[in-house]
């Protein structure tokens, strides 16, 4: 298993929009240091929070300032712009990055963005699929695409870059419908999960039963195999070294964040929204985050993995429920604690620590008789000196 972050962001509106696009950005360096595989940049356009409006930008400088972490779109918004000139971008972003880029892309979520400019959002799936289409009949560099659709025109295209990576690495967005997992089996794609969580105290009406089944059965369609190793999957989290701790640290900003939150997505909190305890306690019932420990924190992505049959990687919802410091503390904290117990970083020295302890002291007796030994064999040289004297 994977690791990763993933930032719509949701940035308190109060707050200097300058300094939280560089926290994000920090954020990135601070995850490539602590070892995490991915790191993705959403796309919006409206509602005051959501403030990252390209994450091709973002990810160009997040690839000067990290060595080895990949960098994702998450999502790039498809209905928003021509698919030809979209991907030529990512073909250039994908050499600027060397290769680490994901190209995760989606519908869109916000109504405004669509309205803004001009398209209906009840659309935006089929506009999707018809992107993805032709995007993918670009990579395949079998000769001139043409294509015609209400929205775009594409008279003989041809990108005259392929990508630094082959194939290129594209990731579908799913959430509760079955269109993104449709389409990711039709395409060879990926999958980026978001809520991938919810509903898990439960175990009904979770789409992590029934994603992977949908994109297995739609990429046999056409003689493809679906890939769950390029399937990332995302919960929103926040660890300290304990409960108590980790509930005083999100105190302030989880309220505020749920209250938004409910704004944009179809989601019930049927507790005081001011009562930030309450919040914890649905969020943790339900699944739909952690706000505890990193046992806690692995119980719960153990639980997942078993819900979904495996996935390739875990995201950590990025969201500003906690000060930029506290915020910080999780991620190190879940770097040293959870990530080794998933990839078996610490195994080894487990072993070896519980075979010391099953040895009964034989180190430490050892280490005395050869002490005792030692000073034994010295006072028998002094004394065979001072008789040669």
């Known amino acids: 298993m994977k690791f990763g972050a993933l930032v719509f962001p949701f940035h308190d509106p109060t707050e200097d929009p300058t300094l939280q696009l560089e926290g994000d950005l920090a954020l990135a360096e601070h ?36 060595k080895r972490i990949r960098l994702g779109t998450g999502v790039a918004t498809l209905s928003y712009h021509h698919p030809f000139l979209l991907l030529d971008r990512i073909i250039q972003l994908d050499h600027l990055t060397r290769g680490r880029l994901i190209f995760g892309v989606g519908s869109g979520a916000l109504p405004l ?51 630094y990576q082959w194939p290129l690495d594209i990731r579908v967005a799913a959430f509760k419908s079955p269109a993104g997992p449709r389409l990711a089996g039709r395409f060879g794609a990926g ?50 070294a304990t409960e108590e701790q980790a509930r005083a640290e999100v105190r302030r900003g989880l309220t505020t964040y749920i209250k938004f939150v409910r704004q944009i997505l179809p989601m019930n909190v049927p507790v005081d929204l001011d009562d930030p305890d309450a919040v914890i306690d649905v969020l943790m019932t339900t699944g739909t985050a952690v706000i505890g420990t990193p046992e806690q924190a692995i119980r719960h992505i153990e639980k997942m993995w078993e819900l979904s049959g495996g996935f390739g990687t875990f995201l950590i919802e990025q969201s500003d429920i906690a000060d930029p410091e506290a915020t910080r503390r999780s991620y190190e904290l879940f770097a040293r604690r959870v990530i080794p117990y998933f990839t078996a970083a610490t195994w080894p020295r487990i072993r070896a ?24 064999e010295y006072y028998h040289e002094v004394a065979d000196r001072r008789r040669a004297q």
Not at 192 to 218: D, K
Request: charged share 20%; with cysteine; hydrophobic share 40%.
């Open 31 to 66: 995850c490539d240091r602590l070892g995490f595989d991915e790191f993705w940049f959403g796309e919006h356009h409206s509602g005051g929070w959501q403030i990252i409006a390209s994450p091709e930008l973002m990810i160009a400088a997040a690839a000067q300032r990290t």
């Open 113 to 163: 963005d669509a309205s803004m400019i001009g398209h209906d959002p009840m659309q935006a799936r089929r506009m999707l699929e018809e992107s993805l289409e032709v995007i993918t009949a670009l990579l395949r560099y079998e000769g001139p695409v043409t294509r015609k659709t209400d929205w775009f025109h594409l008279d003989q295209g041809v990108m005259h870059l392929r990508p």
């Open 191 to 240: 999958i980026v999960s978001f809520g991938a969580s919810a509903a898990i105290g439960t175990g009904s009406e979770n789409p992590l039963r029934t994603t992977a089944e949908i994109a297995q059965a739609e990429a046999e369609q056409v003689g493809l195999q679906f890939d769950r190793s390029r399937w990332s999957v995302m919960s929103l989290m926040h660890v300290a």
């Open 353 to 376: 620590y519980e075979q010391e302890l099953q040895s009964g002291g034989l180190t430490r007796r050892t280490m005395a008789a050869a002490q005792a030994k030692a000073g034994v």
